[in-house]
Every structure is written in C-alpha cells, then in structure tokens.
C-alpha cells in the first residue's frame, strides 16, 4: 500500500512536471465547449410564435397574457389548422405554435388536468427548446399560482412536440460528444504514451528488475489519469450546464458513475496499446489512428449513424464512445435511470474485461 | 572456499532458431568484481537480463544468492540492484524525488531514507543540486547518481549493463571508484564492458563470443595464457573467429 502510494506521487510530479501537455488536457475540453457554446447559443429575442386558443376562457387567457408579457415573443393569436401550421413552419415565417385545446379551464377545474400543445420548429435545435422551455416555465408558474388559490391538485401538461428534428441533434448532442472524446483522449493517448515512456528511457527495465510487483506499475500509472479525467468531466459538466444552458435532467451519481466506467475502459485501451509499441512515437500515433478519429465519426455526435453504409453502422458497435454517447445523452438529456441503460453499462464493462485480459496477457508474455 | 553468489549451469535462451547465449557456465564469488565481456551481439545483455529476472531462460540452471532464477525470482529481486544501458533515473524529478522513490521501493523506511539523501550528497558533491532535476545535470553526474541509486538497498549483487558508455575517462575513473567502494562494503558488482581497459580493473573477467563463454580468469592469467601485453589483444585473440558481426 505503502508502495502504491509512493508511485502515485512519482506518476503526479511526471504530470505536474510536464506542463504544456498538462495546459492541452486541461484546455482542449475548456475550448472546445466553449467555442461550440457561442456558435449556437444564440439569445432568443422576439421570436414569432403563434396562439391558437379554442377554449377562450379564464384559464387560457392568464397563461396568454404571461407569456405575452415576456420579451421573448412576437405573438401572433389566430385560428389555424393543422396544414395552415404546417406551411407557416415550412415558410419559416414562425418558430413555435402553442394550442390550447377546447374546454381549456373547463377541464382543469373538473377532470384537474388538462393539455397545452406546444409545438416547436426543432431544425434550429438551440432555438427549439429555449423557446419550448419558457412556456414550460411560465405554464409551470401559473400552475402554482392556481394550485396556491385552491386546495384541488391541479396539473396542466404541456405536450411538447420537436418538428423535423425529434432528437434534437446540435448541441445537447455535442456536450455528450465532447464528453466521450475528451475522456478517450485523456486515459487512452495519456495512459500509453506515459507507460511507453518508461520504457523508452529505460526505467521500466528497473522497476521490473525491483520488488515491486509490475501491476503496480500499472494501476498507479492509471491513478492520475483518472483523477485528470474526473476533473475534465466536472469542468465539461459546469461549462455545459452553465454556459450552454445545457440539462442534468438525471442523477449526476450515475452519470459520474457510468464516466468512470468509461475512463476505465480507456485505460485499459491505453494499456494494450502500450503493450504493443515501443516508441511514444508510435503510442501516439496508434491512440490517434485507432481511438480519437473513430471516436469522432462514428459516436454519432458529428456525423448520425443512422445515415451511414451498414457496415460502418456495424463498425461503430466496437467503439467504447458509441455507448457511452447513448448513456450520457439518456441521463443528462431525456434524465433515464439506470433501469434504461443497463445494457449499454454491461456492453462497456464487458469491453473493460475484455480488454484488461487481453493486455494483463501481453504484458506478462512481454516479461518472459 | 569462497562463497559463491552467482552460479550458472549450461544457462541458454534461445529466440526461434537463434541462440543468444548457449549453454553458460559460470561462477562469481562474494565481493567480487566480475567483468562480463564481448562484442555487440556477443550474448551479453541476453544473459544479464537472466539472471536479473527480466528474461526466462530457454533452459540450464541458475542461483543468485542462493535463490533459484525459476522459482525464486521475489527473492532475488530484493537482494539484487540493476543499473541498465540507457540511464535510468527519472529526468523530470528532482534529485531527491529520485532517490525517495526508489528507496522507496526498496522498502526503505523514511529515516533510512534521510540518511541516504544526506551521505549521497555528501559523497558525490550534489548538495547544491539536491533540489535540480535530474536531466539537468551533466552526464557524469547521473551515472553516478544512477549507480548511487542501484545499491541504495544495499544488496548483495549489483549487475551494471555497460555503465560507463558516452562518459569521458575521468568521470570513468570515478565511477570506477564508486564501484570500487561499493565491493569494500561486500556488493559483489558483476559488470558488462566494452572498454579493455576497464576489464584491467576487474578481479575476474569473462570473455563471450557468439554467445559462448570463451576464457574466464583473472586479467593477469588471461594475459599470460594467450601471451599478450593487453587485455584489449586477448580480445581480439577470441573474438577474431566470432560469426555474427556487430549489432
């Protein structure tokens, strides 16, 4: 134990030391949120959206004159059919349609719950769910006001439907993307390139010739990358949540839970690949070659599988990112638990097993 | 009768086809300095790292300290030090993290540490430098603290993989010193060369060619066995029929 921690202090000043990698690890994840963040965080002033208010009551009138009273829309009352939405959408002429359907108040007085249509032109994905989360809001706080004013459960549920672009891909896609990537980067091209370099100079020689048991080496060279790792995920986290007005809609536990099984799964792709290469040269080019480019076109942040060849859709089930994407975008966005994600969870800590075997083996054959 | 602390006995590792060392047979007794010699490719490192533990033998016996090489290999590695070709210290730590964490690895504990860190930099001269890093000290220097380093637990056996390679002949003469002293203290230093001249040095030598053990004796007798004023001429005496060619 003694040991353990000797290493880990040696394996932190080789970090520390090294500056310039330590300012690239800590910045990449800082850049990029951040540069995606002002490309499409655009502020939502005076959007056109349209009211088609079929009950005319009370009710649907105060919830009317709330969100007539914010600055954030231009807002046009009428009639319309579904076609007339639709050609409105397709124009471009407005960005959102809230329906109140008839018997609006009525509803709510007697049956305690009732419906509000909210539809939302989701090709701008950014725009989409600023736009739907507002009238969420001021939906929700006239829920209270009423729930306040009587002593009857009141519910009204906003139906919310996102056209063209259900999923909302754009940047509730991109912060998962980022995650992914960011993680891999770190414990895969960090972890290989640190153990190779022990044995470039020569010190791994002197270690294995040590007491020391040579799985030591191993899981100490893993401690600061991982604790490097949790860092960058707190800093995507608070960027993203901060700056992108991007949602935790699920339990942070997990989803701190489910990262490390990923930086796990990295780090024992980086300790395969540095059981199989010499140079740091060759770590480098290997963790780029075979981690950081797939992980970029086939997580589906960037580029969406669905629309990719079969084969390269089959390809993409290989890749550590590709689960993780699909976990981390289940809890943060659609806010699951871990009922929902159990398969993927088991599929990367299979990968994790799988992989630890495979280079625990090279590595020992390696010492013969 | 001396105490023997290297034993070997028809030790062989074979790559494929190629025997990098065929059937050695050898032994080095407490205390002393053993000069493992011969050309590039001759088999010497591949026998080395035998008997450190860093490579399983194909076939043969062996016993360090009285530990079998098989069976015992945790053993071993507490009672030997190694000091290998390229230079093995940590360049980005310090001085002191060096020592701390190899000492530490070692087992030693806090206050034995102390003391290391104090004679060491009161032997080599390195007070100012305690606090520098490593890779910012001139070559001498780190060989010396790298060979500091391998016997800080002092252990019964040190094996120095060509120790001295790209110093210049006084920083040579010191290391040399160093070894010296490490023998008085009982650490029996079994060293591969390329330099004849630091063959003179060397209680016994052993000479391998083609990953054979050609002559194994004192300087004095090898010179006066082959009839030759130098040790360097004993060498190409035996080296002249060698097949493989360098590297």
Redesign the interface.
């Known amino acids: 134990m003694k040991q353990l921690l000797i290493f880990v202090r040696k394996e932190f000043y080789h970090v520390f030391r090294d500056r310039k990698t330590l300012l690239l690890l800590f910045g990449l994840p800082i850049v990029q949120i951040v540069l995606f963040g002002f490309a499409l965080t655009n502020e939502i002033k005076n959007s056109k959206i349209v009211i088609c208010d079929y009950s005319k009551d009370v009710a649907s009138q105060q919830i009317i004159r709330q969100i007539e009273a914010s600055n954030n829309f231009e807002i046009e009352k009428a009639i319309w059919s579904q076609s007339q939405i639709e050609s409105a959408f397709e124009e471009g002429n407005i960005k959102m349609v809230v329906v109140f359907p008839a018997n609006f108040n009525n509803d709510l007085q007697h049956l305690h719950h009732a419906q509000i249509q909210v539809i939302a032109d989701a090709s701008d994905p950014n725009t989409a769910t600023s736009l739907t989360n507002y009238v969420s809001a001021i939906i929700r706080d006239y829920q209270q006001e009423i729930i306040g004013r009587t002593s009857m459960p009141l519910q009204i549920i906003p139906e919310t439907r996102m056209l063209y672009n259900p999923t909302l891909a754009g940047a509730t896609n991109f912060v998962p993307g980022v995650m992914a990537l960011v993680l891999m980067l770190v414990s895969v091209l960090m972890t290989s390139v640190s153990i190779v370099r022990e044995k470039e100079m020569g010190t791994m020689e002197v270690l294995l010739v040590s007491p020391i048991n040579p799985f030591l080496v191993i899981i100490s060279k893993a401690v600061p990358y991982l604790v490097l790792s949790l860092i960058n995920l707190a800093v995507i986290l608070v960027l993203s949540v901060y700056l992108l007005g991007m949602p935790i809609n699920g339990s942070i536990t997990l989803l701190v839970a489910e990262s490390t099984l990923l930086i796990f799964t990295a780090l024992s792709l980086g300790l395969l690949i540095s059981t199989s290469t010499n140079s740091q040269e060759g770590a480098m080019l290997i963790s780029l070659m075979a981690m950081l480019l797939p992980t970029m076109m086939f997580t589906g942040f960037m580029f969406p599988l669905e629309n990719m060849p079969m084969p390269l859709q089959i390809f993409a089930n290989v890749l550590p990112s590709k689960w993780y994407y699909i976990i981390v975008k289940s809890i943060m966005i659609k806010g699951l638990g871990f009922a929902a994600i159990w398969k993927e969870t088991l599929i990367l800590f299979g990968m994790t097993l799988f992989l630890l075997q495979v280079s625990f083996r090279k590595f020992k054959i390696r010492l013969a | 009768m001396q105490e023997v602390v290297i034993k070997t006995d028809k030790l062989t590792k074979r790559f494929g086809d190629f025997i990098a060392t065929n059937e050695i047979t050898f032994e080095v007794y407490a205390g002393e300095i053993f000069g493992f010699l011969g050309a590039n490719g001759a088999g010497k490192t591949t026998a080395m790292r035998m008997l ?5 033998p194909s076939s043969g016996q062996a016993t360090i300290a009285g530990y079998d090489i098989y069976k015992e290999t ?1 053993s071993i ?2 009672h ?14 310090t001085v002191m ?1 060096n020592i ?3 000492g ?4 030693l504990t806090n206050k034995q540490i102390k003391e290391k860190i104090k004679n060491l930099a009161e032997k080599l001269g390195l007070q100012d430098q305690m606090r520098k ?1 490593v890779g910012s000290l001139p070559l001498g220097w780190k060989q010396k603290l790298a060979f500091s380093v ?1 016997v800080i637990h002092e252990p019964r056996i040190v ?1 120095l993989d060509e120790p001295t390679g790209g110093v210049d002949p006084v920083t040579r003469r010191q290391f040399w010193d160093l070894i010296y002293e490490a023998a008085d203290n009982g650490i029996t230093v079994f060293v591969t060369t390329h330099y004849m001249d630091e063959a003179e040095y060397c209680n016994r030598i052993s000479m391998m060619v083609d990953g054979v053990i050609k002559a194994l004796d004192t300087p004095a007798n090898l010179k006066a066995h082959y009839g030759a004023a130098s040790i360097d001429e004993v060498f190409f005496e035996l080296a002249r029929g060698a097949k493989r060619s360098a590297d």
Request: proline share 0%.
């Open positions: 450190c533990g860093l490579s399983k945790e590695k507490k030997i030090g190694y000091m290998s070709q390229k230079f093995s210290l940590y360049e980005d730590l993290e701390r964490f190899f530490g690895i070692y087992g890093l391998a094996f």
